[in-house]
């Protein structure tokens, strides 16, 4: 079986099972083996409710005795209080707003395995502990053990997740990684099938503190593994784009003080703008322009700058010195909401001055599309907005010379390397507004330049609070008072649709109980994901405009949505989102003199202790740096595939070890007169590329 066979290729796998596994991000049959364990039971360590004082951490594997589920409100499960006795005494566990399927699991005889910190006075008591329903050791067969636990996929207990995995290692466990014997030695790595079965199957307990660190020499062979291919991937591009020269250098070159002695497109387009560049703008366009005059390379330029920082503007102003000289310049963007709002102002800027804009996204019809692709292949739109669409298959360009790609951690390194491996290079500009800490940037986008705006254009002050969900109403106050004062407000929520009253909110419930409650005569629009894209341009303009004030959203606002009048914010749910996407999202506000405010509702006590840093500070830097802290920078850098987990491990002090030896590997390898030819690394060059 191949790797990455589709998980109903495993035996007893069907759709169902397979599209539970697709939420957590696994598809394919080697994701279940790259996913890492969340942590690890040794059921040596399993505590005795007699021993426990209050304040303890519990590990107890106990049967429930009983079961009180208190009175529903609205239609949430109420909550529910469990007994779990071991056989020495009993304890009390707590779910206070415990999820339906919670609920509905708990019942009295079952067997379950409880961990967490008991309550710090008396009685003992657990809240919120993590749960394993029937777990392994209660059978008594895997007793002595070290058992994985994962992240399930809502409604799936671990003993099946852990079936799968076991399943997917019979199918493709023992197979070859992706790189022969003799590099594999020359990296210093394990074979592949045994970091996986250390790290699946751990043998002694005395692996679990590097195991549960993230930094077991298992995860140092996957991280590894994972940095070389990369290594290779940018090393690779980079030697062949040397050979390949820039294809802006084919273009006519800019003549002093542009055509017929007026002033250059830049100038023109600058001038129309409402406002005058900030420094750091003016200093970063330097920096690209220096890019452009070089011949022979083309430019590989990262902008990074916090949300609100106005790289927009900056992309379009680069572009100038291409259209000047008859060049094609690309924007790609990862959402079309946000490709929308780059056509906007590219018509806006560019059109006055003659030059076409055209549109590829995927939701365009047949017809539309066939006349955009005409107008990009004959050259009648100088530059060319769009999402993915603008790189599949059959978009010719007549010149393209500049490719702008916004947001671009979204489309993790892999899809750039993939994106931009077509044909002669274009000059590239990405944007990005995770502020990713320096060291690491280098390290991971070490074949871009990279300039920082880091200072945005004046505006009033951004607040954040957290309050717990259930003081909601405080923030509907906040709204319509901003509304009613001509402004503009977000509501956030974490899904689109869902029962109404359930702790996870939904938009289109929401936005009901809202209309019809705490925001009744308000104008009120709703947005997400599921919408077809004429109705969300719809509904944004009119959110832009003002004839909608509130607007309740997924997070299809998260990059880029820019409504100046937008003043306050409400996410619920916050504990569902990472802090580097709140910061994200709180962005959309306060984008103006008069500042805005951001409320974010959790349900989840715990969590307010993680969200502080985001009332504490507006800094992207500073909450990048403790989301880092907190959680690795997988996310951070978009290589949150479910294929590529290693980099959730890049905490490992050994990290620029690690680097510097897939660096020098990956360098003499590609350096090698047999590297694209040698068929045993054909695995390897298929990564690279992919
Ligand atoms: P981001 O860096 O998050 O992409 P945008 O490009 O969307 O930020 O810019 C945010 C807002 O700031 C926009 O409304 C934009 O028009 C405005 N803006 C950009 N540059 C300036 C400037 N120099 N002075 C005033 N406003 C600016
Ligand atoms: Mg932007």
């Not at 902008?303 to 106005?310: E, F, K, L, P, S």
């Not at 705006?453 to 609070?465: A, I, K, M, Q």
């Amino acid at each position: 079986m191949a790797r990455n066979a589709p998980l109903t290729s495993l035996p007893r796998v069907g759709p169902r099972t397979a599209e539970k596994l697709a939420t957590v991000g696994v598809s394919e049959v080697e994701h279940l083996l790259t996913r890492l364990p969340r942590g690890y039971e040794d059921r040596s360590q399993i505590t005795l409710v007699a021993d426990l004082v209050p304040g303890d951490v519990a590990v107890v594997l106990g049967r429930i005795v009983a079961v009180r589920q208190g009175r529903r409100r609205g239609r949430r499960p109420g909550m529910l209080e469990a007994r779990v006795d071991d056989g020495s005494a009993a304890l009390t566990v707590l779910f206070f707003q415990p999820p339906p399927y919670v609920a509905k699991a708990w019942t009295k005889g079952r067997h379950v395995l409880v961990m967490g910190r008991t309550e710090a006075k008396p009685p003992l008591r657990l809240t919120h502990p993590e749960v394993e329903l029937d777990p392994a050791g209660a059978a008594g067969n895997h007793a002595g053990s070290i058992v994985p636990f994962y992240g399930t996929p809502e409604g799936m207990g671990q003993r099946a997740y852990r079936s799968l995995v076991h399943a997917a290692f019979e199918a493709v466990g023992s197979e070859q990684g992706l790189l022969p014997d003799d590099l594999r030695r020359e990296l210093g790595l394990p074979r592949r099938a045994d970091a996986l079965r250390s790290i699946h199957h751990p043998a002694t307990a005395s692996d679990l503190p590097s195991l549960r660190a993230g930094t077991h020499p298992a995860h140092e062979a996957l991280l590894l593994e994972d940095l070389f291919v990369l290594q290779v991937a940018l090393r690779w591009r980079r030697h062949r784009l040397a050979s390949q020269g820039s294809l802006a250098d084919q273009l006519p070159r800019a003549r002093m003080g542009g055509p017929r002695g007026r002033a250059t497109v830049r100038a023109r387009a600058e001038t129309a703008l409402p406002f005058t560049l900030t420094e750091a703008q003016q200093r970063v366009l330097g920096e690209v322009d220096s890019d452009l005059v070089v011949r022979g390379r083309p430019m590989q330029r990262l902008v990074q700058g916090d949300v609100g920082a106005g790289k927009t503007v900056v992309g379009l102003l680069a572009a100038a010195p291409m259209l000047e000289r008859g060049g094609q310049v690309a924007v790609l963007a990862p959402t079309e909401v946000l490709a929308r709002q780059w056509q906007v102002q590219a018509k806006a800027l560019y059109e006055p001055l003659g030059f076409g804009v055209a549109w590829l996204a995927g939701g365009q019809g047949a017809a539309d599309r066939r006349a955009e692709l005409e107008r990009v292949a004959r050259g009648g739109a100088a530059l060319v907005v769009g999402t993915h669409a603008l790189f599949s298959e059959g978009v010719r360009f007549h010149r393209l010379s500049m490719a702008i790609v916004d947001e671009q951690q979204r489309f993790g390194v892999y899809q750039r390397a993939r994106l931009l491996a077509k044909g002669p290079q274009p000059h590239l500009l990405a944007l990005s507004a995770t502020p990713i800490p320096r060291s690491l940037a280098r390290t991971l986008f070490g074949d871009l330049d990279l300039s920082l705006l880091d200072e945005g254009p004046p505006r009033g002050p951004r607040t954040t609070e957290i309050l717990p969900s259930a003081r909601r109403r405080h923030a509907w106050e906040r709204v319509r008072a901003a509304v009613e004062a001509g402004g503009r407000a977000f509501v956030v929520c974490p899904r689109i649709e869902g029962p109404a009253g359930d702790v996870l909110r939904s938009a289109l419930a929401t936005a009901e109980e809202l209309a019809n409650g705490a925001l009744a005569g308000l104008p009120l629009g709703v947005l997400h994901g599921g919408m077809d894209s004429a109705s969300k341009a719809a509904v944004l303009g009119a959110f832009r405009a003002g004839h909608i004030g509130v607007l309740v959203s997924t997070t299809v606002i998260e990059v880029g949505v820019d409504v100046p009048e937008a003043s306050v914010m409400v996410v619920e749910n916050a504990e569902r989102f990472g802090l580097g996407q709140l910061h994200q999202l709180r962005g959309r506000v306060g984008r103006n003199a008069d500042g805005g405010h951001c409320v974010l509702l959790t349900p989840a006590p715990d969590d307010a202790d993680r969200l502080a840093i985001l009332a504490e500070t507006d800094d992207g830097f500073a909450v990048a740096e403790e989301d880092l802290r907190r959680r690795g920078p997988g996310d951070l850098v978009g290589a949150r595939q479910a294929g590529r987990p290693a980099f959730r491990l890049a905490m490992t002090p050994r990290f620029s070890e690690l680097l510097g030896v897939a660096r020098r590997v990956a360098e003499a390898l590609v350096q090698r007169g047999d590297f694209t030819t040698d068929a045993r690394l054909g695995r390897l060059r298929e990564a690279a590329t992919d």
